[in-house]
T-cell receptor, first 110, second 111 residues
């Protein structure tokens, strides 16, 4: 059974303090690894898709990377508006279903 | 594009009542997914459709839940009868390929 585990569950950073969120996955035949951002009371917002080990994607202060066992979401010099829950999800070659992790709740303190 | 549209945004109902949640996917997207999100279990896939055909409903918790997609622009998720443990946020998502785009969700409270 496919599994996605995220750590830490929650992370509090000072504004400008860079850090990384981890997503480890056990998927039979990874087709893609996805990162989403979810704000309170809203649906998950798509950020990135990574398809192969070594791939990197960037958007503003966020950079996502992928290895054969895990993905990292690096956040550089975060701002309070980056506060949200970040979700990781994986899809295998067998079907169209995303397996989601439980998320990391990120709080950036001004 | 307006994105995925869900209605109602909030629903409060009494135990035993029928609840119908509605979703309009993004035009041109050929797959549609229904999820449930709770604090305890996170995001759970309930059912998904491809070209209006149900492909996998293994996540539907029990027979009280049913979903339909009569055409490419509309889907419903029905709970009958509703129970307090069904209280959650229900999301609809659509995709043209792999990336899923989520609606704003329906917050369901069953008292």
């Amino acid at each position: 059974e496919d599994q996605v585990t995220q750590s830490p569950e929650a992370l509090r950073l000072q504004e400008g303090e860079s850090s990384s969120l981890n997503c480890s996955y056990t998927v039979s035949g990874l087709r893609g690894l996805f990162w989403y951002r979810q704000d309170p009371g809203k649906g998950p917002e798509f950020l990135f898709t990574l398809y192969s080990a070594g791939e990197e994607k960037e958007k503003e202060r966020l950079k996502a990377t992928l290895t054969k066992k895990e993905s990292f979401l690096h956040i550089t010099a975060p701002k309070p508006e980056d506060s949200a829950t970040y979700l990781c999800a994986a899809i295998n070659f067998g079907n169209e279903k995303l397996t989601f992790g439980t998320g990391t709740r990120l709080t950036i303190i001004p | 594009d307006a994105g995925v549209i869900q209605s109602p945004r909030h629903e409060v109902t009494e135990m035993g009542q029928e609840v119908t949640l509605r979703c309009k996917p993004i035009s041109g997207h050929n797959s549609l997914f229904w999820y449930r999100q709770t604090m305890m279990r996170g995001l759970e896939l309930l059912i998904y459709f491809n070209n209006n055909v149900p492909i996998d409903d293994s996540g539907m918790p029990e027979d009280r839940f049913s979903a339909k997609m009569p055409n490419a622009s509309f889907s419903t998720l029905k709970i009958q009868p509703s129970e307090p443990r069904d209280s959650a946020v229900y999301f609809c998502a659509s995709t043209p390929g792999h990336e899923q785009y989520f609606g704003p969700g329906t917050r369901l409270t069953v008292t």
